[in-house]
């Protein structure tokens, strides 16, 4: 799992299926966030968690949180050929000031959707 | 949120050259960031980019070899100086808007190629 492990590494999936991503931490996080990232390309922001939330949606996402198991999961449901990319998890480093843009990030897990 | 403009979206350079990346924001922000993105790895913070100051570097990066700038609160360069292959990543600009519990925003990233 991240930070640093992924679960899976990759996952490749038909179009229509859901698609579940794993991420653990070991540090206690005020907040978790999960990164899209297309072809090496920049990242752009999916959903922020934080600690005192459990469940969060966004549209065909769904985030889990699980502070006791230091863990959180990401659901793509209905999945599409265009949610190919690569998935991260982050972290802040610290409380407070500038720790707070300082992200650890996991090793990412590379989802493609096959049309 | 935030839009931001990164520039060169890619290069090759020859070792022992010098590369400087810009970022503009289009709009003021507190808190700026880069990144690297090693090829098949996940994101490593590089330093801060502090506005009238000096970066604070993480662990493993030093100012001789990414000089930092950040005039003002729009607009910084990193430059990676000396280049080796090693060197070879995709750099990302990030910055920080609003809340401390919020997302970073990303760039497009800078695939640097170093021969």
């Known amino acids: 799992s991240q930070q640093g492990e992924e679960d899976p590494q990759a996952l490749s999936i038909q179009e229509g299926e859901n698609a579940t991503m794993n991420c653990s931490y070991k540090?206690?996080?005020?907040?978790l966030q999960w990164y899209r990232q297309n072809s090496g390309r920049g990242l752009v922001h999916l959903i922020l968690i934080r600690s005192n939330e459990r469940e969060k949606h966004s549209g065909r996402l769904r985030v889990t949180l699980d502070t006791s198991k230091k863990s959180s999961s990401l659901l793509i449901t209905a999945s599409r050929a265009a949610d190919t990319a690569s998935y991260f998890c982050a972290t802040p480093r610290g409380a407070g000031g500038t720790s707070y843009g300082k992200l650890t990030f996991g090793q990412g897990t590379i989802l493609t959707v096959h049309p | 949120s935030a839009v931001i403009s990164q520039k060169p979206s890619r290069d090759i350079c020859q070792r022992g050259t010098s590369l400087t990346i810009q970022c503009q924001v289009d709009?003021?922000?507190?808190?700026m960031f880069w990144y690297r993105q090693q090829p098949g790895q996940s994101l490593t913070l590089i330093a801060t980019a502090n506005q009238g100051s000096e970066a604070t570097y993480e662990s493993g990066f030093v100012i001789d070899k990414f000089p930092i700038s950040r005039p003002n609160l729009t607009f910084s360069t990193l430059t990676v100086s000396n280049m080796s292959p090693e060197d070879s990543s995709i750099y990302l600009c990030?910055?920080?808007?609003?809340?401390?519990?919020?997302?970073?925003?990303f760039g497009n990233g800078t695939r640097l190629t170093v021969t």
């Open positions: 990030s910055v920080k808007q609003g809340e401390l519990n919020s997302p970073l925003h």
């Open positions: 540090t206690s996080i005020n907040n």
């Open positions: 709009s003021q922000v507190t808190m």
